[in-house]
T-cell receptor
Framework: GNSVTQMEGPVTLSEEAFLTINCTYT??????LFWYVQYPGEGLQLLLKATKADDKGSNKGFEATYRKETTSFHLEKGSVQVSDSAVYFC????????????FGRGTSLIVHP | NAGVTQTPKFQVLKTGQSMTLQCAQD?????MSWYRQDPGMGLRLIHY???????DQGEVPNGYNVSRSTTEDFPLRLLSAAPSQTSVYFC??????????????FGPGTRLTVT
């Protein structure tokens, strides 16, 4: 079956540090890949996505590249802010007729001033 | 567009009581689903639907019922609340076809406590 594995948190950084949150996946075919962010007390919202190999998704300074050869979709940001403190979820939607997404467990990010 | 709305935001129930969590979306999405989120457990799928009149069970369906009489609404019913159902509940929706976007739209959540 499909699966998504994320690095466990919490990830604790100082403001302006470089962020990487690792995400690897298992799926047949060519899944679409997503990063969602959940701020405290809120629902998840889409941060960025990529639908085919070598695509780079980007939004709000965050980037992730769809790497089919390593089945990875790592999230990066060059300089984090306190306001980026949240839980980040990696997810996939498999190709073919599947419409049920597969989510990772989530990685908590804490950014200190 | 209001997106995905959920009511209530907070609810406290006594063991054995029943209630319905409401979810509505105005994006004409075919796929709707319910998740529960517990500390350290990520998101767990309770029930889902791919259109009016069609529902199916997810990973943790016991103790919950759903129905889908319209495209817009997907209520979740707790039949006899138990303390193990204390959780945060999220409703989500999306297009069935991945070609139309593929991403999920989430509601703001309902925080339920069962005493």
């Amino acid at each position: 079956g499909n699966s998504v594995t994320q690095m466990e948190g919490p990830v604790t950084l100082s403001e302006e540090a470089f962020l990487t949150i690792n995400c690897t996946y298992t799926a047949t075919g060519y899944p679409s890949l997503f990063w969602y962010v959940q701020y405290p007390g809120e629902g998840l919202q889409l941060l960025l996505k990529a639908t085919k190999a070598d695509d780079k998704g980007s939004n709000k300074g965050f980037e992730a590249t769809y790497r089919k050869e390593t089945t990875s979709f790592h999230l990066e940001k060059g300089s984090v802010q306190v306001s980026d403190s949240a839980v980040y979820f990696c997810a996939l939607r498999a190709s073919g007729g599947s419409y049920i997404p597969t989510f990772g467990r989530g990685t908590s990010l804490i950014v200190h001033p | 567009n209001a997106g995905v709305t959920q009511t209530p935001k907070f609810q406290v129930l006594k063991t054995g009581q029943s209630m319905t969590l409401q979810c509505a979306q105005d994006m004409n999405h075919e796929y709707m689903s319910w998740y529960r989120q517990d500390p350290g457990m990520g998101l767990r799928l309770i029930h889902y639907s791919v259109g009016a009149g069609i529902t199916d069970q997810g990973e943790v369906p016991n103790g919950y019922n759903v129905s889908r009489s319209t495209t817009e609404d997907f209520p979740l019913r707790l039949l006899s609340a138990a303390p193990s159902q204390t959780s945060v509940y999220f409703c989500a929706s999306s297009y069935v076809s991945r070609d139309r976007g593929g991403e999920q739209y989430f509601g703001p959540g309902t925080r339920l406590t069962v005493t």
